[in-house]
């Protein structure tokens, strides 16, 4: 049972997307036991990875298209006290790429403390997200963390770093 482009909700309580050709199924993440991800053979692995740095490299490139007009004074606006300037979105998705998949998944340290500090959603009030780096330096950390995921994601099939990267990549596509 595959489909293309539907997400449906794994037993191990993450969403796992359903790709054509490339073996996974329902539960083809599954459970990470230990350093593998059991249901997918070595042979679909590469695949899949390929498939996953090729998606995330297409929504980064849409994403940024996003800001190409966007000027500074827009760029670090705050439209509302509820609301964070559309920049801050810009570098908490870098910050979030790099928590959940370069330090939870694969165990690396903070490279940018100080965009640590700035882009995690619980630690400056909104009204302070305003000073914000430029949109080229907002990009370089972006860079510099997609970077480091796609090394990581070639990393040899069964290697504890690819695993729990992949498995953090797929969970984070499919939300």
Known sequence: MTSTSKFTKSESSFFVPHYQGLGVREQGLGEIEGAALSPLTAHRLPALKHQLRHWMQQCRQST?????????????????????????????IAY???????EHAA???PQFPYYRRLFAANSLPKAERVNLPTLADIQAYLNAVRTQVLTISKSPPGSARTSLALASAARKSAL
């Open 64 to 92: 940024l298209a996003l800001f190409e007009r966007v000027d500074y004074v827009t760029f670090r606006n705050q439209a509302h006290p509820d609301f964070s300037p559309i920049g801050w979105h810009l570098g908490h």
């Open 96 to 102: 979030t790429e790099a928590l959940w998949i370069l």
């Open 107 to 109: 165990g690396l340290s």
